[in-house]
């Protein structure tokens, strides 16, 4: 057996072994959090033009009433309740990142889509564990092929390739998959792989089928592998075919696969955005605020916002296309201008008619990206407001608000939350989804929170 196939058997046994009791306290708090919140954003999205216009094909097919639509009162199959799930998690980029990027969207919707298939009710315990472990996989591949800068700047979306591996991992561990099923489980996810930034050119959708895709193939990888169907149990091999050797060819840096495995958990690093635009646009939102507040909100003498940024962060998000909700999502210059504008940069900011604003627009006309080459494409944005009387202030916030360094407070992100679920399901449903999910070391049946995210009739799905 070479190095790189003992990585697979290591990631196996990890999957496999690893116990809630060997979670620390403050990782089980922390999942938690990010799971209320990947059901907030589920919520809501179920609602987006993109989520509904996919449930339209998908549900005219036909299926086997399995698993629960979020916020909604149908049920489809495993695999299409993942899919569909999984867009609405990521339509209106309100999901976590810094995981696969967006680990939740793509494992938390492929866990609830297998409870029907699990042998017992599942606990939350049970449940914690196999987010956790699903986002720790699904980072590992991630920092394998390079890590996100290398990977998504050969124009790979991370979400999607490296979160399928993520997805089948936790759905085979929760599942109650052997070692030699979850191995092929992985090998099935990874010829599942896939997800391109072509859409960042046009503002397309695309993007946001991706979490959704990630997340039905984890569970069509893991419900095959418990058939019987074996996968490449040398996935990562460097040989031809191998995952790395075909998507990060040069960047592969295949030991990440399990360096400080079972002792740094990579869910710990990941990010609950605060805003509802991609996570490369926060820190000049947080920063643009920063700047507001020492000239005391003095929005119309505001000449000129000067955004110095990365290449990396300017292929990405500094498109001047602002038509579609997915392209206006991924603009700095938009988030920038609306944070001026509307004083946020929340889900209300990008609606149609705000989108449409004069005084959004005329904003946009005054936000200037500079590239700097020398900035690191990991490196966060500097940005300067100029006034008309010529004051010049420059701020760069290095930690974004949601960063695990920087978090949103409690109340933050019950008031998050409170407002997106709301959108789908009565206050009430939604207030005992929080507590329930926030202690959910605690539930017995996981099917208690499946059933708190169906619709109620006093919230109709529009």
């Not at 000239?295 to 916002?305: R, Y």
């Not at 005992?432 to 049946?445: I, K």
């Amino acid at each position: 057996m070479s190095e790189n196939q003992d990585f697979q058997s290591q990631l196996v046994a990890f999957v496999h072994d690893t116990r809630f009791e060997d979670l620390p306290h403050e990782l089980v708090a922390r999942t938690q959090r990010h799971i209320v919140d990947t059901l907030g954003a589920g919520l809501v999205g179920a609602s987006s033009e993109v989520a509904k216009d996919v449930s339209t094909i998908l549900l005219a097919e036909g299926a086997a009433p399995v698993a629960a639509l979020w916020g909604r009162g149908e049920k489809t199959s495993a695999r299409n309740a993942a899919l569909l799930n999984g867009i609405a998690c990521h339509a209106l980029e309100l999901d976590d990142t810094g995981g696969c990027d967006h680990s939740g969207a793509v494992v938390i919707p492929a866990l609830l889509a297998v409870l029907p298939f699990c042998p017992q009710p599942v606990s939350g315990k049970a449940f914690i564990t196999a987010v956790v472990l699903g986002y720790d996989i699904a980072r590992r591949v991630l920092e394998a092929c390079g890590g996100y800068s290398a990977h998504n700047g050969a124009g790979w979306h991370s979400t999607s390739t490296c979160g399928v591996l993520g997805a089948a991992a936790a759905a085979g561990r929760l599942l109650g998959l052997d070692k030699a099923q979850i191995s092929s489980a992985l090998g099935i996810a990874g010829s599942f792989s896939g997800g391109l930034w072509a859409f960042i050119h046009d503002g397309s959708q695309s993007k946001k089928l991706h979490a959704g895709r990630a997340a039905e193939g984890g569970v069509l990888a893991a419900l095959s592998a418990q058939a019987g169907i074996t996968g490449p149990a040398g996935l990562f091999e460097d040989h031809w075919g191998g995952f790395l050797k075909t998507l990060a060819a040069k960047t592969a840096q295949p030991s990440a696969l399990v360096a400080d495995l079972g002792q740094v958990w990579k869910l710990m690093r990941c990010s609950i955005k605060p805003y509802a635009s991609c996570r490369g646009t926060h820190s000049a939102i947080d920063a643009t605020g920063i700047l507001l507040d020492r000239l005391e909100g003095a929005v119309d003498e505001i000449e000129q916002v000067k955004v110095t940024l990365s290449p990396f962060l300017q292929e990405m998000c500094g498109d001047e296309q602002i038509s579609t909700l997915a392209a206006a999502q991924m603009s700095i210059r938009y988030a920038v201008a609306a944070r001026l504008v509307y004083g946020h940069a929340g889900l209300d900011a990008y609606g149609d008619e705000q989108r449409r604003c004069p005084a959004l627009l005329e904003a946009i006309g005054r936000v200037v990206l500079e590239v700097d080459p020398a900035y690191s494409a990991d490196g966060e944005p500097q940005v300067t407001l100029v006034t008309k009387n010529g004051i010049s202030l420059t701020h760069r916030v290095d930690i974004a608000l949601g960063a695990p360094t920087h978090p949103m407070s409690d109340a933050q992100l019950r008031d998050k939350f409170m407002s997106l679920a709301t959108r789908s399901i009565s206050s009430l449903q939604a207030e005992t989804l929080w507590e329930q999910t926030l202690a959910l070391e605690d539930v017995m049946d996981m099917r208690v929170i499946e059933q708190l995210l169906e619709l109620s009739s006093s919230a109709p799905f529009i």
